[in-house]
């Protein structure tokens, strides 16, 4: 049953959606189908040890004043006034690369590289001084046209195996500069067009086929070809690496919100997994554990999304109102409250104590497997919902607080029952 179980979840999701690789897939299900538990905890502990730990470098190269600087901000989702953001604005003086981790992910590191225009390397010694073996994948900027020294290198990196991505920054600015010039005939359309062609020209020649080139503005990363380059890299990055770079995106769009979601959703089956085979013999102290460490794991939820405390500081400056405002119409912050004379942290212990201590065996297995999926879809499910919420300021602070582990009613039921 877990193995038909396991198998049906995963086959739902899209490859640049998908967290476990089809080998690893393949592997967990035919443990489980063999009733090799001892096996398929293993698998599934590796995974997620994969999952968590993956380290991810992108690096980033092109000429002053090109947007690299706000590009490595948007894409970390760092405010250029923070300290950890990228310097803008200044003239380029350094030979060397620049790491740029991120804000919440240790793991994710993007590299600021001097545009090989402004060094004296060839294509091939400058991927050797800036240490090219240690990134995932290259993005190359410009904000004009594309020179024939970054095709090069774009050559050199494909014949090391690399990826490599175009990306046309500033697009905003000259959508909006074509539009004032010629108000009556003006077509955004076309004007998109126009500069892709103009893009692609000079690389096609050197490449001799049509270069993965996107058109996008720093300041609306939801506008224009940047969830278009997301999907690009999130589908051609190794499986166990796709999740760590979802996480790590700026949560601005609702297909960027729902995307996070899908991920998180496979990452707490495998969890919800894992946990249930543990439960299979009584380990009281350890479940006890790792329930007490639900707020924990809600607080990395709201992290993920944008929701920790730092962020809500700057959302409450964005919409000019108090942190106390916000905080007020979130529901996840009211997830483990009193409700009905019982916190919900104090129910789930009644629960997983009888299950563990009394019950243990397979059905202490099928039912804390349930229990931990269910309730960590209520955390996410909800998490994910305050994200959009937060998309529309006046949508956001025209809804009245309330009761609100009433609007989740199924969890809640499903969560609770025996």
Not at 199 to 209: D, E, G, T
Not at 252 to 276: M, N, S
Not at 325 to 348: G, N, P, W, Y
Request: hydrophobic share 40%; proline share 4%.
């Amino acid at each position: 049953m877990l193995a038909f179980s396991f198998e049906n979840f995963f086959k739902n999701f899209k490859k640049e959606s998908k967290l476990l690789s089809e080998e690893t897939i393949t592997l967990i299900e035919s443990h489980l189908e063999n009733n090799n538990l001892q096996g398929a905890l293993s698998e599934i502990s590796h995974a997620l040890r994969n999952i968590d730990k993956a380290p991810l470098n992108i690096a980033v190269t092109g000429e002053t004043g090109t947007g690299k600087s706000s590009f490595i901000n948007a894409l970390r989702g760092a405010r250029e006034e923070e300290g950890s953001a990228a310097p803008t604005g200044v003239v380029e003086t350094t030979m060397t690369r620049t790491p740029y981790p991120h804000p919440k992910l240790p793991n994710v590191t993007i590299w600021d590289l001097p545009g090989i225009g402004s060094t004296n390397f060839p294509p091939q010694n400058y991927l050797t001084e800036m240490k090219f073996g240690e990134y995932d994948f290259f993005i190359i900027i410009s904000s004009t046209r594309f020179k024939e020294l970054d095709a090069h290198l774009a050559k050199a990196i494909a014949m090391m195996n690399t990826k490599f991505y175009f990306v046309r920054t500033k697009i905003d600015q000259d959508v909006s500069g074509e539009q004032r010039s010629k108000p009556k005939s003006f077509n955004r359309d076309s004007v998109l067009k126009k500069i892709r062609d103009d893009c692609s020209k000079k690389l096609q020649k050197v490449l001799s086929s049509q270069p993965p080139l996107f058109l996008v503005s720093n300041f609306d990363v939801s506008d224009f070809d940047f969830p278009k380059l997301e999907t690009t890299l999130l589908s051609e990055l190794p499986s166990h690496k796709r999740h760590i770079f979802m996480m790590s995106l700026h949560s601005v769009t609702k297909t960027a919100i729902d995307r996070k979601r899908y991920f998180l959703r496979q990452k707490i089956w495998l969890e919800a997994l894992k946990a249930g085979v543990w439960a299979t013999i009584p380990l009281g102290g350890f479940i006890r554990d790792e329930i007490q460490k639900l707020e924990e794991t809600l607080n990395l939820y709201r992290s993920y999304f944008g929701l920790d405390e730092a962020s809500l500081v700057n959302i409450a400056k964005d919409f000019n109102v108090s942190v106390n405002e916000i905080r007020a119409h979130l529901k996840c912050l009211h997830l483990l409250t009193k409700t009905k004379d019982v916190s919900f942290k104090e129910k789930l212990l009644k629960y997983i104590e009888f299950i563990s201590y009394i019950i243990g065996g397979p059905l202490a297995s099928g039912l804390y497997f349930r229990k931990t999926y269910y309730w960590k879809s209520l955390f996410i499910d909800t998490v994910a919902s305050d994200a959009k919420s937060l998309l529309n300021k006046e949508e956001f602070l025209s809804e009245k607080p309330g009761s609100y582990m009433s609007d989740f009613p199924e969890y809640w039921e499903t969560g609770m029952e025996l």
